[in-house]
């Protein structure tokens, strides 16, 4: 026996219009500006289903929206079920004119069209949690009493109504079945290039957007800047909410590819308490121990004013002791920040040595010792390393991360070595006692990995994604970063600071006129990389698009990024005079990609191919290894294969010895694997 509101069911409302062509997310309500809705998710799913299995609504809708809504009053909560469901409705009727063959989708349909009141027999409470309830005196009734009760107030007592809500019951049930196989259907799942528009509702987008955030990733990158007071950035928003939010972030992390940080729950102050490590993070003063170089304070023991190999001439550093000396010598690269950063790491990690292992100064060190720091390099004690990225305030902070490969323990050794030698040509030490010991070092010389590059096939891949790629801008300059990157061997940086005033028309005797890009690279050295015609032309459709924000910057065509921003960045927050503040301004797109835009950009590019690998018989893990500088050797494998000579390669390449391109040269290769078959072939005869 069916009820009869569940016989009536309400009528979806009418759909609007607006949804955009070829948008692959299910849209649940339009945008303000027409153009874009909001998707279509397993938490909508389940917000439904609960409300289905009789959960509270108000309870259904903090449980599983509230992250994106501002409100949760019940008419809105309501409001907000009947559209979500009227929207399921509608995409799964679209669904079963697609497939007409398929009689249990269009009874899921139908199923799910029956909107009405939940069913009370589904979730009755047992007869004793309704005595309690009833505050009724067990003692006062017999059981036969209380049963007779209990069967009345639910109308268990009339066989029919009995028969109406073990019916009901039944029908819920399917309900929820039609769900779950609709929802394999039509949800879609967070990406990390979504607009917060369609995960969020609109008075939240507006917030979001105030404060820099255009998509997810924005929204991800915000959080993990600021930390657990990341809300005081988005104005409305609270503590309740932020966690919220979080909380949601998390859940989509393995969808989106992009993680939150830890200690976002609490305080650093109180994580530090909690840890008992209060003082060292609160009162960030130098100190002698495992500490970052610029808060290390040496014994006077250890400060090397009587260093063995110190100068007691003059100094051009002008330095005082070796702390001083080291960190003047760092600053000689302030204009080249990753050599900085490079040097900086492995300089740090011998003076924490030498004081904390050796007990000497820098200036005392002599050759033994340094021969000692190798076997130190190849055994990097555990207390010596956190496997995992802390910043450099943090008390967890380890100078090593593991223990480093020989390569990686031969670069270290070589720039201790430079340390040393800028400090004595400086005249603040008399010797470079590295120097005695590097000749005797038998660590395995650095070679690039050639085999870190695509072959022909994986690249008729690539460009197959390409095509698959949603058309627009996006696509656009996707298209021109890799076919830029392949065609002309460029480095990542030498792009990123690329502008159309340093490409020119050459036009050279008995040659058409060709396209020439001047970057300038490693040891500030410039050199001169052609460009294909079509390559400058996908940069022109690529720079279209900018023209309005070329004028309003002010800009002249030589200052014209190569490669643009389609959208502002999150505003960058830093501790400015021991205080957060926001260092850098989000622009509203136009401006120039950085070097970690376009390497992030094209890492989610090849996640993506890597999805599509495997149908292709190609291996799916090359894909995801991928990076920029697997186009940089692809074009010199490639152009070697084309029979281009060693030295031209080496030269756009920016090389500093033709001994580096020599390692992408297969031919030796080829000729010793030929070499070694034909032997065998005669021997096996």
Known sequence: MRSAALEAPSPAPKRPRGRPRGSKAVVVRPGADGREGRALGVHHVAFLRATFLGLELRAAFERYLAFGETTTDLRHVEARRRELLAQVVEAGRRLVLTKPDDPALARDVELLKMDGPVAKAVALPSLDEWVQNEGMDPDMWSEAELLAEYQAAFGLDNPEALEAAEGSADRVKERVKALNRLSALLTVAPQAGDKVDIWFARPVVLRLRNAGVVTLENLYQLVNVCGFRWYGKVQGFGARRAALVVAWLRAQSETVNLALRD???????????????????????????????????????????????????????????????????????????????????????????????????????????????????????????????VERTDPMWRPFRGTPSP???????????????????????????????????????????????????????????????????????????????????????????????????????????????????????????????????????????????????????????????????????????????????????????????????????????????????????????????????????????????????????????????????????????????????RTSA
């Open 263 to 389: 200690g976002l729950d609490e305080p650093k102050s109180h994580r530090a308490l909690r840890l008992g490590t209060a003082a060292s993070l609160l009162v960030a003063a130098p100190r002698y121990g495992l500490v970052p170089l610029e808060r290390l304070a040496l014994p006077s023991s250890l400060l090397g004013a009587e260093g063995v190999f110190r100068s007691h001439l003059p100094n051009s550093l002008e330095a005082q002791d070796d702390l001083q000396a080291i960190t003047r010598w760092l600053s000689r690269y302030d204009e080249r920040p990753a050599t900085q950063r490079s040097y900086r790491k492995e300089v740090e990690r011998f003076v924490l040595w030498a004081a904390t292992v050796q007990r000497k100064p820098v200036s005392s060190v002599s050759a033994l010792d340094c021969q000692a720091y190798r076997a130190f390099l190849s055994a990097v004690p555990a207390s010596w390393v956190n496997s995992a990225p």
């Open 407 to 681: 390569a990686s323990q031969k670069q270290a050794l070589v720039i201790v070595q430079t340390m040393f030698e800028g400090l004595r040509d400086a005249g603040y030490l008399v010797a470079n006692p590295m120097r005695a010991v590097m000749k005797g070092f038998a660590l395995p010389s650095s070679r690039l990995n050639v085999t870190r590059s695509f072959t022909e096939d994986e690249w008729a891949h690539v460009q197959r994604c390409i095509a698959d790629e949603p058309a627009g801008a996006a696509r656009t300059r996707l298209k021109c970063l890799l076919e830029l990157l392949v065609t002309s061997g460029v480095r990542l940086e030498e792009l990123a600071q690329a502008r159309w005033g340093n490409l020119r028309l050459e036009t050279l005797p008995e040659l058409p006129p060709t396209w020439v890009l001047s970057v300038t690279g490693k040891r500030n050295k410039t050199r001169d990389v052609p460009l294909a015609d079509d390559v400058v032309e996908l940069l022109r459709e690529h720079a279209e698009g900018f023209r309005e924000a070329e004028e309003e910057g002010g800009w002249t065509e030589a200052d014209r990024p190569l490669i643009f921003a389609l959208a502002g960045s999150v505003p960058q927050w830093g501790l400015v005079d021991g205080r957060v503040r926001q260092v850098a301004v989000a622009e509203v797109g136009g401006g120039a990609l950085s070097g970690a835009g376009i390497y992030a950009l094209l890492k989610r590019f090849f996640g993506r191919a890597a999805a599509s690998a495997g149908a292709a018989g190609l291996e799916a893990g090359r894909f995801e290894a991928a990076s920029t500088h697997w186009m940089r050797h692809t074009f010199a494998r490639q152009s070697l294969v084309d029979g281009a000579p060693l030295e031209v390669v080496s030269e756009l390449m920016g090389h500093a010895s033709i001994d580096t391109t020599s390692i992408y040269s297969t031919q030796e290769l080829a000729r010793k694997i030929g070499a070694v078959r034909l032997k065998r072939s």
